[in-house]
């Protein structure tokens, strides 16, 4: 689900260049589309069972890790704002693609995907404000 994809794209770029340059904006918004649509199907499968989340204090401590990632990334990112901003938001930001496939095929418990969609949802709610922030900052 991930490895043969990447090894498809890097075959592409090192076989037809100009191809992957001409057609990478346009797969770049399909990718970001896909991800959108899969966190929202995933919100509307489980929606009554991520309303069991709120209040469990799991969001809260996801909220705490993923702020917690960004800030030590921001910190120990060096002494260039740019750079420090970039690898915060890459050290808070989790790949959620990459954790549902193992997380839905080895575990048979639906909660393990459903603090998955809970985490994405903080991540979101953490990371665009820090966005927004960083931007600001470099303004």
Sequence with gaps: ???TPLAIGMLLQSLVPVFCAAYQPALA???NISALVLIALL???H???LLG???SGALAVGAVFIAGLGLAGYLLGGSREEIRGVLGLGTGARNVGAALVPASQSFSDPRVVIMLVACTIVMLIVLVPATRWLRRKAQ
């Design 43 to 45: 919100v509307v499968l």
């Design 53 to 55: 989340v709120v209040g």
């Design 1 to 3: 689900f991930i490895l």
């Design 47 to 49: 929606f009554h069972d």
């Design 29 to 31: 918004k399909l990718g």
